[in-house]
């Protein structure tokens, strides 16, 4: 028989199953107090990050704020002021897992729409304030003739992470432990000419490790 994963969490032993049975039916059925705490703010996040600028901020669909209701979150194009490529930062803030919302993982929604995922992996990038760097998911997508680099991770005050199934354990012992679930997804997307990274995975990278601070100083803020 397969073995049972188990988590450690203060001396006690919890299954994996169980995590996730009680993350799903907590919505429904289980109210747990939350602290009160204000938004990280993001949308202060400046709009030039070295050779990166945004013009401004865009705003996505009605239908998808409906269906992801993020209490706070981020859309915009930062362009590389030496080439003139773009990166389109998106980025989303829930305050609480305790709804029949949340981040919906690029892994899923892209493949979704009609993306083919021709390689993923992934990374630990090398970031500010970070002694081990931070993982992030990085895929390689094609649809017709169109190529897409994605580099995704999900993070908040707390800690970052790339792993989706990892969010659900971090948000029920976070609920169990702080009384807080909040949870971010940060998401980053350039166009590739073909199906092959190149240097385009340099740029992200870069980018990456510019934004960082200023992303981990709004979080730091509501610790």
């Known amino acids: 028989m ?4 188990r988590l450690i969490a203060g001396g006690f032993f919890i299954p994996v199953a169980l ?15 939350e602290a ?6 993001l949308n202060s996040l400046p709009y030039e990050f070295g050779k990166w600028q945004a013009r401004g901020d865009e705003t996505l669909d009605r239908a998808v704020t409906e269906y992801l209701r993020p209490d706070e979150y981020v859309l915009r194009d930062y362009v590389d002021k030496s080439t003139g490529i773009p990166i389109n930062l998106f980025l989303a ?3 609480t897992m305790q709804n029949s919302w949340g981040p919906h993982s690029p892994s899923v929604c892209l493949p979704g729409a009609g993306w083919q995922v021709r390689s993923s992996k992934i990374l630990t990038i090398d970031v500010p304030g970070q002694s081990k760097g931070i993982p992030a998911n990085e895929y390689i997508l094609e649809k017709a003739d169109q190529h897409l680099l994605v580099l995704y991770w999900y993070q908040n005050g707390r800690s970052a992470w790339a792993d989706d199934f990892d969010s659900k354990q ?12 909040d949870i971010s997804l940060v ?6 000419k073909t199906a092959k990274a190149d240097n385009s995975e340099t740029g992200l ?9 200023s992303l981990a100083e709004r979080f730091a803020s509501i610790n």
């Open 170 to 181: 971090r948000q029920f012992l976070d609920l169990v432990r702080s009384h807080r679930s």
């Open 205 to 213: 990278l870069e980018f990456t490790r510019s934004m960082f601070p």
């Open 187 to 192: 998401r980053l997307i350039m166009a590739l």
């Open 2 to 5: 397969p073995k049972t994963v």
């Open 36 to 41: 009160d705490f204000p938004l990280p703010s």
């Open 19 to 33: 995590i996730l049975a009680v993350q799903t039916v907590a919505p429904r059925f289980i109210s747990i107090h």
């Open 93 to 95: 803030y829930f305050k």
